[in-house]
């Protein structure tokens, strides 16, 4: 099984990006998604996650309110929709299978990473 993550770029702050995650290969079975970003120096951070089965969805704070997470279980893919994008979300977003939970280590299977640059 492999996770594809795409969507990244260059946004101007204010401006919105949707990435994209897509499973191929065999059919695995996990809790669920989650994005994850990690910025130059910086620990892998936890963004949002969501469930496949309830489709029940988790934040952090610092992307509350300005993310959506979502899924399409038939196409076996995640999205994350940012809007209001500041530099601070400057950043490679993973996303990875597993959880749950927003620990990264609860996550088995990784995407490849996608760069997110916000100018100011």
């Known amino acids: 099984v492999q996770l594809q993550a795409s969507g990244g770029g260059l946004v101007q702050a204010g401006g919105s990006l949707r990435l994209s995650c897509a499973a191929s290969?065999?059919?695995?079975?996990?809790?669920?998604m989650g994005w994850f970003r990690q910025a130059p120096g910086k620990e892998r951070d936890f963004v949002a996650r969501?469930?496949?089965?309830?489709?029940?969805?988790y934040y952090a704070d610092s992307v509350k309110g300005r993310s959506t997470i979502s899924k399409d279980n038939a196409k076996k893919s995640v999205y994350l929709q940012m809007n209001s994008l500041k530099p601070e979300d400057t950043a490679v977003y993973y996303c990875?299978?597993?959880?749950?939970?927003?620990?990264?280590?609860?996550?088995?299977?990784w995407g490849q990473g996608t760069l997110v640059t916000v100018s100011s």
């Open positions: 990875a299978a597993g959880g749950p939970g927003t620990d990264k280590y609860a996550y088995k299977l």
């Open positions: 290969g065999r059919t695995f079975s996990t809790y669920g």
């Open positions: 969501i469930s496949w089965s309830s489709g029940m969805t």
